[in-house]
């Protein structure tokens, strides 16, 4: 263990179980990767929550040691190039920014932007057998002319704002406190200060809210989808799970805006791997921890590698990956996954495809979120279709070109020629749907998502599909259990567990990252107040270590 100075003593601590690897060797393995035996934080995964934890710690003078059992750091926030022979660098899992806190970004000196998008979103549509949609974006006024062109008056355009402005009153007192001490119910209540808002979004389903508010069926299921993303749930879910989805999805920065990461996610994790390092932090990949044993004292992790196994004693360890993780970690019972619910695919195109509803711009439609098959109607349909154990017959689903945004993303050749990236995130797609053939269902939810978006398209997708170095379209489609066999989701579930509300509960602990073992804290998505790219419970679990450590 340490001597409260971060130095580190030889020898494992006593009364706690080591590794059965002689110590001979153990000292051999922990030399060849310059490792020490004791730090005053061990974090488990190097993950973007991992490496904001190890900054801060760092950043405060504590010893810290990584352990990242690939070759790489990221977890599913990171950058790569999915397509033989294309320079075309993708955020492969995780693809949009708006829970980071700037703070965060300040705090730890990233060198790392954003870029915002013009258009929020495009949802086409066939009404009175026409082509049409809804383009909100591109200024107040223009998003005005399109309801009025759509629902024929003014009154969703003017439910609309007020909805949005109520949600961003709530973004603006809510989102600073998911860096604070957790706030109990009555008193985030307080900070809301609105009972309208309080009633519409924390305590009634969200479906009550958007049925009272709107009336034309598109822009009620355009409000919907934030409740919808991984979160496989009715509008009117008694459990409320949509309603937290929705919370986490319209407070972001205090906006509730969605920025594209320059250079991909992967500048992000990059980003946070290089101040770690620069505080001092040592990360340590092909490193995979096997256990952690705790005495009430301090704890070990027991870790293993291409060489064998190594033990790092810890005043506090840090466990930057699911709860299930955790519980194998230390022993104990794990929870039952929350499944997990989305299909996601990645696209590079030779250019944009046209549009049937040519009064838009593809540039401009594909430049937000692109809405396919999201009516209100649309999405209850499917959502009890899957229920009963069947694909959507209409699947719902969204789609993001982030090199419309940011084109560094593609190599300058792809760029000239007019190449765009897609990224599409299907909803109501339960892991469940998959078990009995993952590899054929997989394949025929592509083709009936990818038929839906093509009903709306003036040529097929496929023609404007661009091809690998050996001829194979750049296409690659990713479902629940893939993820969970790719990243260790229980469950396929993107948030590691159902999403929390941003309040205390029992046993969440002072800051949402405690567990019931003496110095072990829980800094990964499955974390209160985690789920999405936000580092919150990274900063959380190290403020948690400073404040029992200080003095």
């Known amino acids: 263990m340490t001597d409260g100075t971060g130095s580190a003593r030889a020898g494992p601590s006593a009364g706690l179980p080591v590794s059965k690897t002689p110590w001979t060797v153990l000292r051999r393995i922990m030399r060849a990767h310059e490792l020490h035996p004791s730090y005053d934080a061990v974090i488990v995964g190097g993950g973007h929550n991992g490496l904001v934890a190890a900054a801060y710690l760092a950043r405060a003078g504590r010893s810290v040691l990584v352990l990242e059992r690939l070759d790489h750091t990221g977890g599913a926030a990171v950058s790569t190039r999915p397509f033989t022979g294309v320079d075309a660098r993708l955020s492969r899992y995780s693809y949009l920014v708006s829970l980071l806190p ?70 603006q007192r809510v989102f600073p ?51 919808l993303i991984g979160t496989f749930a009715d509008a ?85 990956a699911s709860p299930q993780t955790l519980a194998a970690l230390t022993g104990d019972e794990p929870p039952s996954p929350a499944e997990g619910a989305q299909l996601k695919v990645n696209m590079l195109l030779k250019r944009l495809p046209r549009l049937r509803d040519t009064a838009v711009d593809p540039r401009e439609a594909f430049a937000g979120t692109f809405h396919i098959a999201e009516g209100y109607e649309q999405l209850a349909a499917a959502h009890a279709q899957a229920a009963a154990g069947d694909l959507p017959t209409a699947p719902p689903s969204e789609i993001y070109c982030h090199s419309l945004t940011d084109p560094t993303i593609l190599g300058p050749g792809l760029v000239e020629q007019g190449y765009q990236t897609l990224t599409l995130f299907g909803l109501h797609t339960p892991a469940r749907l998959f078990e009995r ?33 050996d001829g194979r379209p750049c296409i690659e ?75």
Not at 106 to 134: A, C, H, K, M, N
Not at 464 to 469: E, G, P, R, V
């Open 236 to 320: 009117h879910d008694v459990s409320l799970k949509q309603n937290r989805c929705f919370l986490y999805h319209v407070i972001g920065g205090g906006t509730g805006a969605w920025d594209v990461p320059v250079g991909g996610m992967g500048a992000l994790t990059d980003a946070l791997a290089a101040a770690a390092r620069d505080a001092g932090a040592v990360i340590a990949t092909g490193h995979e921890a096997v256990h952690i044993a705790t005495d009430g004292r301090g704890a070990e992790v027991t870790f293993r590698t291409a060489d064998g196994e190594g033990v790092a004693a810890a005043r506090h360890v840090l466990v930057n």
């Open 102 to 171: 700037q703070k965060i970004v300040r705090d730890l000196g990233l060198r790392f932007r954003v870029q915002g998008r013009t258009i929020s979103s495009y949802t086409p549509v066939e009404r009175g057998g026409r082509p049409t949609g809804l383009l909100v974006g591109g200024g107040e006024e223009r998003t005005r002319e399109a309801f009025a062109r759509l629902t024929g008056g003014e009154r969703e355009y003017a439910a609309w704002q007020r909805f949005y402005g109520m949600t961003s009153r709530v973004a």
């Open 177 to 227: 406190t998911l860096t604070e001490p957790l706030p109990g119910r009555d008193e985030l209540r307080r900070i809301v200060d609105d009972e309208e808002a309080w009633r519409a979004l924390f305590e009634e389903p969200i479906g009550v809210a958007v049925e009272e508010r709107f009336a034309d069926d598109l822009v009620r299921g355009v409000v919907l989808t934030d409740a």
């Open 437 to 469: 053939d993952n590899d054929a269902v997989r394949e025929d939810l592509l083709k009936a998502t990818l038929a839906q978006l093509d009903a709306h398209l003036a040529e097929p997708l496929a023609d404007c599909l661009a091809t690998d170095a």
């Open 477 to 551: 489609a990713r479902t629940p259990l893939d993820l969970e066999r790719d990243l260790g989701l229980p469950g396929g579930n993107i948030f590691h567990r159902d999403l929390s509300w941003p309040y205390t509960d029992e046993g969440t602990g002072r800051w949402g990252v405690e567990t019931p073992h003496p110095h072990v804290l829980l800094c990964g998505a499955g974390a209160v107040r985690g789920g999405g790219v936000s580092g919150v419970p990274g900063h959380n679990a190290a403020m948690a270590v400073l404040e029992a450590t200080a003095g």
